[in-house]
């Protein structure tokens, strides 16, 4: 177990048509026994991340610690750490217990009973120990999953390395494993960097959320945090599904204090205590997030300025709510209601929501002003200051 | 309906008949002459199917006495075999190395090397012949070897890279990385055994373009000590003596036969694949 520290690191490829910079300057603090799940979307950098602490690639810049200790260039079997790979990369021609003591062969002086034990003990809390004498290409993708998984449990490594490991399995399945890996972390509780890009993954198993996209740290904090104070417009998107509805409004003061925000579809009030956390005149332009759950059907005591209009496209029903789509003026947005409330198709349909439950971004640095009625947190980089000769 | 298919189907086979037959004539002769008497195998009367009483395998055990096919075969066995292995070994680093590394000239060398696979080798027996001469490798079986296992070099060097790049995930020797492994002994010990199907379809390759081989054994042999079996039919054939063509068919099907059987042997492992022999 052991405390696994980025500072500054940088990985830049030579690609044809000039360097690409796949990373840039991440700062990353994962503490010892912390779960932390980087998160992104496709080509954001996080797989090489994952890869460069593995050492499979090497840093272009920037420093990697594990244990305090630096390992920018020890190889990757010196680095103590176990890596599951999105695709298993189990051996083919050895059997499950093979694959499961093989780097314990060549990196301990571990007897072979010994190893044997160990890969018994890594079975049964995998439940795979009916499968130890078979190849990987007879077992299933979960069977397969759970033996990846095995064989870096059995290492016990100071630091654990996922590569999208659920992403090749079928939904149900990947649902079960996720409980089962964030199940073995509490028991076994070694530091841990899991890559995804799956944002439902990310909040039910993450300690710790880091987003990032095109190389760059978007936001480190809560599975929570991430979700109810997103620093950026794109992290709000990104996390969430469906995704926050997005508009772009003017903002309108008006003379007793209060201000609308005004869009060509709809105007909504605001109040001082939403205004008031940053500066704002009338006439600048923000972007407007809300998520679809907190949109509700608008009544009769809704005032017209806290109501939206929009014509019903789409009703998705998933049992526990359902999805509403709905048209607002060519734009989509999303509604997530009680599965009682079924709109006909091409009716229209009023909703309304709380101003505390609104998200506010900059329109040009998209940076979020307000979370509601409070402004944002300074966002947690994920770097906790290390005292001096740490 | 049905009746159609079937006699679609009827027709199919019978195509497929006739051009087997036709493909497999000369093989079928050339194994009939050989087990002919001598009398027969010269007698235009003879019909196409013999009846047993000129049926005979004096052919098959006469011909240890006659010229020095004993020598000739053993020549081609070792001319086969050290190629063979010459070749294979020298190809897989090289292979690897197409497939995996990224080196300044890769792309050039690698289609130089796959160039001269299509480059009649015809065109280059002089200057060989001058290099091999310089080298006084001319006249031993050195020469032919080392000539074969240049030859067949690129065509392993290409075989091979399609199965590293293709057959061999690279996560594989990744994970083979991070359990303790260094790049080379991540290659010894989990990508090497993974390719055997592959190594083993580049041996037999080689191994039958090296007894196959004629030009090289020909251009660069002039004794018979060296000469190997293709080479030495050739002459028998080329001679004014009288020919005993069943002897000399039996040569050449004993000069087919270990090709045929090797091939019988490795293509059910070749076959196998990486998945297949992985998977039990």
């Known amino acids: 177990m052991a405390r696994l520290e980025l500072d500054g690191l940088t990985k830049v490829f030579e690609g044809d048509s000039g360097p690409i910079v796949a990373v840039e300057e991440l700062d990353l603090d994962i503490n010892d026994g912390e779960f932390v799940v980087v998160v992104g979307p496709s080509g954001c950098g996080k797989s090489t991340t994952l890869r460069t602490v593995a050492g499979l690639e090497s840093a272009t810049d920037g420093e990697m610690r594990i244990g305090g200790e630096v390992i920018n260039n020890k190889a990757p079997r010196d680095r103590d ?62 069977q397969q999953q759970r033996v990846a998984t095995g064989r870096a449990i059995v290492r016990e490594p100071s630091v654990f390395l996922f590569d999208e490991p659920l992403s090749n399995l079928d939904a149900k399945l990947r649902k079960h494993m ?28 993450a300690d710790r959320i880091v987003v990032l996209n095109d190389g760059r740290l978007q936001q480190a904090g809560t599975p929570k945090q991430v979700y109810y104070e997103p620093v950026n417009l794109f992290v709000a998107d990104f996390i969430g599904s469906p995704s926050m509805n997005i508009f772009d409004v003017t903002l309108r003061r008006d003379s007793d204090g209060g201000a609308e925000l005004v869009n060509e579809s709809f105007t909504y009030a605001i109040s001082e205590r939403v205004t008031n956390n940053f500066d704002a005149a009338d006439g600048d332009e923000f972007i407007l997030g809300i998520r679809p759950e907190s949109l509700h059907p608008a009544d009769e005591t809704t005032p017209v300025k806290k109501t939206v209009r929009g014509r019903v496209d789409v009703v998705e029903v998933v049992g526990s709510d359902n999805f509403i789509y709905l048209d607002i003026d060519g734009k989509e947005c999303r509604v997530r209601t009680r599965s009682a409330v079924e709109p006909e198709i091409d009716t229209t349909f ?23 009625t409070k402004s944002p947190e300074p966002a947690d980089q994920g770097v906790e200051e290390a005292a001096v000769g740490d | 309906m049905l009746n159609e298919t079937r006699r679609s189907k009827t027709l199919l086979w019978i195509g497929i008949a006739i051009l087997a037959l036709w493909a ?82 890769r792309q050039v060398l690698f289609y130089t090397a796959v160039f001269t696979i299509m480059f009649p080798w015809i065109v280059l027996t002089i200057p060989v012949y001058d290099i091999f001469f310089r080298l006084g490798l001319v006249n031993t079986l050195v020469g032919v070897i080392i000539a074969i296992a240049i030859f067949t070099l690129p065509q392993n060097i290409w075989l091979l890279q399609g199965f590293f790049r293709q057959g061999i995930p690279p996560n594989i020797e ?100 990486l998945g297949g022999g992985a998977g039990r």
């Open chain 2, 174 to 273: 990744e994970a083979a990385l991070l359990d303790g492994n260094t790049e080379i002994t991540a290659f010894l010990r989990i990508v090497l055994p993974l390719s055997a199907p592959a190594i083993g379809a580049a041996a037999l390759f080689s191994f039958l373009t090296g007894w196959n081989n004629f030009l090289w054994v020909f251009v660069l042999t002039s004794d018979e000590e060296v000469r190997t079996a293709t080479v030495a039919i050739h002459y028998i054939l080329g001679s004014d003596v009288l020919r005993e063509w069943n002897i000399l068919m039996a040569a050449v099907v004993l000069l087919v036969a270990p090709p045929v059987i090797f091939y019988g042997l490795a293509e059910r492992y070749v076959g196998e694949g």
């Open chain 2, 24 to 105: 497999l004539f000369p093989y079928l002769w050339v194994i009939r002459t050989s087990v002919l008497t001598n009398f027969a195998a010269v007698d235009p009367g003879t019909p196409y199917i013999p009846p047993l009483d000129v049926l005979s395998i004096d052919s098959f055990l006469n011909i240890w006495n006659r010229a020095d096919f004993p020598l000739f075969f053993r020549n081609s066995i070792i001319v086969a075999l050290s190629a063979m292995v010459i070749s294979v070994a020298f190809s897989i680093p090289g292979a690897y190395a197409f497939a995996r590394l990224d080196f300044p000239g």
């Open chain 1, 178 to 205: 996720r409980t089962e890996l964030a199940r073995l972390h509490t028991e076994l509780n070694i530091t841990t960097m899991y890559v995804t890009h799956d944002q439902e993954e990310a909040m039910t198993m």
């Open chain 1, 81 to 142: 750490i176990a890596m599951v790979f999105q695709s298993y990369a189990l051996y083919p021609h050895k059997t499950v217990a093979e694959n499961m003591g093989y780097g314990l062969h060549l990196s301990t002086d571990h007897t072979d009973e010994e190893i044997e034990k160990r890969v018994e003990e890594a079975a049964t809390m995998m439940g795979i120990e009916d499968l130890l004498d078979k190849k990987p290409g007879s077992l299933s993708g979960g």
């Open chain 1, 350 to 372: 009023d909703f309304t929501f709380e101003e505390e439950d609104i998200h506010l971004f900059d329109a040009d640095t998209e940076e979020a002003l307000a979370h509601g």
